[in-house]
Nanobody, 122 residues
Framework: QVPLVESGGGLVQAGRSLRLSCVVS????????MGWYRQAPGKQRELVAA???????DYADSVKGRFTISKDNRINTMYLQMDTLKPENTAVYYC????????????????WGQGTHVTVSS
């Protein structure tokens, strides 16, 4: 299991921004692919954004142009910048990491962190 610590969630009004952070173990940060996911009430967890170890990114259609995934190798932290938030973005957001790109895209991990709650009011 890879320790995952998500933070940065909160309650914001629609149209505002939030930046989520995820601290990952130093030993795997540089070689693993990364992903941000979310689970809204009553729905399955879904991929929001992913970044390969080589810097290739992928986004869910619903967040393209508004969300940006990034990472800082110096402090083993990945980020999800969320701009122009909408009420439908309300969910618990999770990060995860793995050496398989297909696993990151599918989100089929055995272990998840606690996540961070994001609530967007209208």
């Amino acid at each position: 299991q890879v320790p995952l610590v998500e933070s940065g969630g909160g309650l914001v009004q629609a149209g505002r921004s939030l930046r989520l952070s995820c601290v990952v173990s130093r030993s795997i940060f540089r070689i693993n692919h990364m992903g941000w996911y979310r689970q809204a009430p009553g729905k399955q967890r879904e991929l929001v954004a992913a970044e390969s170890a080589g810097g290739i990114t992928d986004y869910a259609d619903s967040v393209k142009g508004r969300f940006t995934i990034s990472k800082d190798n110096r402090i083993n932290t990945m980020y999800l910048q969320m701009d122009t938030l909408k009420p439908e973005n309300t969910a618990v957001y999770y990060c995860n990491t793995g050496q398989s790109w297909s696993t990151v895209i599918s989100g089929t991990f055995d272990y998840w962190g606690q996540g961070t709650h994001v609530t967007v009011s209208s």
